[in-house]
């Protein structure tokens, strides 16, 4: 399943964030830990079921009030132990609990198109299983591949399930260009600004 979000950043320009998880992606539909309630994009059952059909197609029901604060309870358990993991400790057992209650129901059945029969769409609380599954799934894996952006004024926190391991931006677009940017000028910076013999000189000096 493809993963990754829209984010607005702090001047209001809207850049892409792939956290590399189902599960990510939905833990960065709030705060991330940081209590900070301008950032949270369910503030109605209406925002979660917009949210699980983008990324699971039709459901069969609205989403009600108590599944929204369930859906939070679970969202939360994923950003601790996800925080957990990015800074190298272990996760809160009691966070592991709800996790692994939300993965013990029943999740989206999956299903090949193409048959006579249309599959039955799935309901909000299995799409919340599926995204809790998908969870116990990352969090199973190698805990080194959840890390945070190498960027030092950045704290995103990204799956890397890459083959070599080796993704150190949550965005090349984003901290990465910067990070490219930032070193072009500490070696231009170092260079002697004098024109080489026989070279025309550059538009500009960077
Ligand atoms: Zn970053």
Partial sequence: MRSGQWFIDGIGARWYFDSGALCLDFAYTGDFGYDNPAWERLRTPADLKAWLVE?????????????????????????????????????????????????????????????????????????????????????????????????QDCDLVFFDGSRPNSRRWCSMQHCGNRAKVRAHRQRAAVRPKVRPEGLEPPTTWV
């Avoid at 929204?68 to 809160?92: C, F, N, Q, V, Y």
């Avoid at 209650?101 to 989206?108: E, M």
């Avoid at 599954?133 to 960027?151: E, Q």
């Fill in 55 to 151: 990324r699971h197609g039709p459901l069969s029901t609205d989403a009600e009030a108590d599944e929204l604060s369930g859906a939070k309870e679970l969202r939360s358990a994923i950003t601790r132990i996800a925080r957990a993991h990015a800074d190298g400790a272990a996760p809160d057992p009691e966070q592991i609990d709800v996790l692994n209650s939300w993965a013990a129901r029943p999740d989206i059945a999956p299903a090949l198109g193409g048959g006579t029969v249309t599959p039955v769409q799935a309901s909000t609380a299995q799409a919340l299983a599926t995204i809790a599954r998908d969870a116990v799934d990352v969090f199973s894996r190698d805990s080194d591949r959840i890390r945070r952006c190498a960027s």
